[in-house]
């Protein structure tokens, strides 16, 4: 009876998304259990297989820093972005197109949907150029995106899941790496998706990062831009994004626990809210 009941309560929620795109920026724990990699996957399939348009972005800083680290590479960030020098580029791109990004292509597969992976190269999908940290600082080959040409992600979607690595080229054809997040929500803005979903490992926007209790369940865009300035870590280019997507018309940002299992189909399908629901200024 009470699975019958799930699915009841699910009904109205797949005909409210029915043909809407949702970006889920997929980083954090949720890429470290090997259980809930599976499961993730299963659960964007089933997104595709009940009508939802799923365009995956991802992340693997964790990784990054793993193999930086075996070359014995100094390894830092400022304001939750990684100081890249040419060196870090290329580990980046090595290992966020080379590794985490087939990793997922082919587990999506798996589960009996077809993925394909692309960058921000592919079919030109976005073209950046370089940053600095907030404070002004030189932070290296770090990219910011300037243009997002989705005519590739359309063609893909129509028959597979897109599965998006964060780095790219500027008009030099120099390759930079790119906060997965910040390109998360630029794809969600260019896509005009309906919502975009952050899976990380904390349980959502925390009031004070070292209470896990005190999650902000729902707030406006203008909340959380006030409070991006003297925010710190990588929770700082996540908020970051969610108001960029907003502004840019996406509905609602949500940032949720990716190491609860199937937090995607609870954030999507029940009524109990999941996380930090970010909506547009009141
Ligand atoms: N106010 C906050 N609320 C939640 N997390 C925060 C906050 N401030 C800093 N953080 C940090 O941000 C981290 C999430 O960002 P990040 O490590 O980049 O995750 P991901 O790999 O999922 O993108 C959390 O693990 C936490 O340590
Ligand atoms: C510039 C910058 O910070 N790039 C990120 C790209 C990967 C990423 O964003 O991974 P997560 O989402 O798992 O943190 C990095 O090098 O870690």
């Keep these: ?16 998304f029915h043909g809407k795109t949702v970006v889920i920026k997929y ?38 820093t793993r193999y930086m680290q075996r070359l014995d590479m100094p390894v830092e960030f400022v304001g939750g972005l990684r100081v890249s020098d040419a060196d870090t580029v290329e580990i980046a791109k090595m290992v966020l197109v080379g590794k985490v990004n087939k ?16 960058s921000g190269d592919d079919g030109q999908l976005f073209r950046v150029s370089t940053t600095t940290g907030p404070g002004g600082e030189d932070i290296g080959f770090v990219g910011k995106i300037d243009r997002v040409d989705i005519g590739v992600i ?23 790496n790119v906060n ?12 005009g998706a309906y919502k975009v979903i952050f899976l990380t490992d904390v349980p959502g926007w925390l009031r004070d990062p070292s209470d896990p209790d005190s999650v902000i369940s729902e707030c406006g865009a203008d909340e959380v831009e006030a409070a ?32 609860l299992p199937h937090s995607l189909l609870l954030e999507l399908f029940t009524d109990a809210g999941i996380g930090t629901k970010v909506r547009p200024a009141t």
């Design 1 to 16: 009876m009470r699975d019958v009941g799930t699915l009841l309560e699910a009904l109205p929620y797949i005909r409210e």
């Design 228 to 259: 991006i300035e003297t925010m710190q870590g990588g929770m700082r280019p996540k908020l970051q994004a969610c108001v960029e997507a907003i502004h840019g018309g996406v509905t609602y940002a949500h940032i949720i626990d990716g190491r």
């Design 27 to 64: 980083g954090g724990a949720a890429m470290n259990d090997p259980a809930l990699r599976e499961e993730f996957a299963r659960d964007v399939v089933i997104l595709k297989y009940v009508g939802l348009n799923p365009i995956i972005v991802h992340g693997g800083g964790p990784d990054i």
């Design 103 to 118: 990793d997922i292509v082919a587990r999506i597969n798996r589960h009996g949907q077809p993925a394909v992976g692309l």
């Design 154 to 176: 359309n063609h893909i979607a129509e028959d597979y899941i897109p599965v998006i690595a964060s780095v790219g080229a500027d008009r030099d054809g120099r390759s930079h």
């Design 180 to 191: 997965a997040d910040e390109a998360a929500g630029a794809i969600a803005r260019a896509m």
